[in-house]
Protein backbone atom coordinates (compact mmCIF):
# COMPACT_ATOMS: atom_id res chain seq x y z
CA UNK A 1 0.00 0.00 0.00
CA UNK A 2 2.77 2.46 0.56
CA UNK A 3 4.68 1.33 -2.23
CA UNK A 4 1.90 2.27 -4.46
CA UNK A 5 0.76 5.39 -3.76
CA UNK A 6 -1.93 4.32 -0.94
CA UNK A 7 -5.39 3.37 -0.22
CA UNK A 8 -6.95 4.43 -3.54
CA UNK A 9 -3.89 2.90 -5.94
CA UNK A 10 -3.74 -0.37 -4.14
CA UNK A 11 -7.59 -1.05 -4.82
CA UNK A 12 -7.05 -0.42 -8.04
CA UNK A 13 -4.16 -2.81 -8.20
CA UNK A 14 -6.31 -5.53 -6.44
CA UNK A 15 -9.22 -4.54 -8.67
CA UNK A 16 -7.22 -4.56 -12.14
CA UNK A 17 -5.63 -7.84 -10.44
CA UNK A 18 -9.08 -9.51 -9.37
CA UNK A 19 -10.49 -8.94 -13.15
CA UNK A 20 -7.99 -10.93 -14.79
CA UNK A 21 -8.44 -13.71 -12.31
CA UNK A 22 -4.58 -12.91 -10.58
CA UNK A 23 -4.11 -13.44 -6.73
CA UNK A 24 -2.98 -10.19 -4.49
CA UNK A 25 -0.61 -10.80 -1.57
CA UNK A 26 -0.17 -6.98 -0.13
CA UNK A 27 2.53 -7.02 2.08
CA UNK A 28 3.95 -3.55 4.28
CA UNK A 29 7.53 -3.38 5.13
CA UNK A 30 6.46 -0.98 7.78
CA UNK A 31 4.71 -2.20 10.84
CA UNK A 32 3.02 1.13 11.18
CA UNK A 33 0.28 2.99 9.12
CA UNK A 34 1.68 1.17 6.47
CA UNK A 35 0.76 -2.41 7.75
CA UNK A 36 -2.91 -1.10 9.21
CA UNK A 37 -3.82 0.72 6.24
CA UNK A 38 -2.41 -2.70 4.09
CA UNK A 39 -4.79 -4.81 6.90
CA UNK A 40 -7.85 -3.08 6.05
CA UNK A 41 -7.53 -3.11 2.56
CA UNK A 42 -7.33 -6.76 2.54
CA UNK A 43 -10.20 -7.07 4.84
CA UNK A 44 -12.20 -5.37 2.07
CA UNK A 45 -10.72 -7.87 -1.01
CA UNK A 46 -13.30 -10.80 -2.72
CA UNK A 47 -12.90 -13.81 -0.70
CA UNK A 48 -9.62 -14.36 1.87
CA UNK A 49 -6.52 -12.82 0.88
CA UNK A 50 -3.15 -12.91 3.06
CA UNK A 51 -1.20 -9.96 4.42
CA UNK A 52 2.66 -10.46 4.47
CA UNK A 53 4.47 -9.11 7.27
CA UNK A 54 7.97 -9.15 8.70
CA UNK A 55 8.48 -11.66 11.38
CA UNK A 56 9.82 -9.88 14.08
CA UNK A 57 9.71 -9.74 17.69
CA UNK A 58 9.29 -5.97 19.07
CA UNK A 59 10.80 -5.38 22.96
CA UNK A 60 7.76 -2.75 22.77
CA UNK A 61 5.36 -1.53 19.78
CA UNK A 62 3.31 1.25 19.94
CA UNK A 63 0.43 -0.53 18.33
CA UNK A 64 0.51 -3.45 20.51
CA UNK A 65 -1.22 -5.94 19.77
CA UNK A 66 -2.89 -4.49 16.45
CA UNK A 67 0.14 -5.84 13.85
CA UNK A 68 0.49 -9.09 15.73
CA UNK A 69 -1.11 -12.36 14.50
CA UNK A 70 -2.75 -14.77 16.86
CA UNK A 71 -1.91 -18.49 17.46
CA UNK A 72 -3.40 -19.11 13.94
CA UNK A 73 -1.10 -16.61 12.50
CA UNK A 74 -4.64 -14.22 11.61
CA UNK A 75 -4.06 -10.81 12.41
CA UNK A 76 -7.72 -9.28 13.21
CA UNK A 77 -9.07 -6.22 11.69
CA UNK A 78 -8.71 -3.12 14.38
CA UNK A 79 -12.20 -1.54 14.85
CA UNK A 80 -11.76 1.75 15.76
CA UNK A 81 -12.06 4.77 13.91
CA UNK A 82 -9.65 5.71 10.85
CA UNK A 83 -6.72 2.76 10.74
CA UNK A 84 -8.06 1.14 13.69
CA UNK A 85 -5.89 1.86 16.55
CA UNK A 86 -3.67 4.80 18.08
CA UNK A 87 -0.52 4.57 18.77
CA UNK A 88 0.45 4.54 22.36
CA UNK A 89 1.98 7.91 23.07
CA UNK A 90 3.72 6.57 25.82
CA UNK A 91 5.58 3.86 24.42
CA UNK A 92 6.36 6.44 21.33
CA UNK A 93 8.01 9.28 24.18
CA UNK A 94 9.82 5.74 26.07
CA UNK A 95 11.21 4.98 22.34
CA UNK A 96 11.74 8.77 21.29
CA UNK A 97 15.40 9.96 20.19
CA UNK A 98 16.35 13.50 20.80
Request: proline share 7%; glycine share 10%; net charge negative.
Amino acid sequence: MTKVGGITQLRKVIALAEANGISVVPHSAYFGPGLLASIHCIAAMAGEALVERYDADFEVNPFHDAIDPDSSGCIAVPQGPGLGVDPDQSVIERLRVD
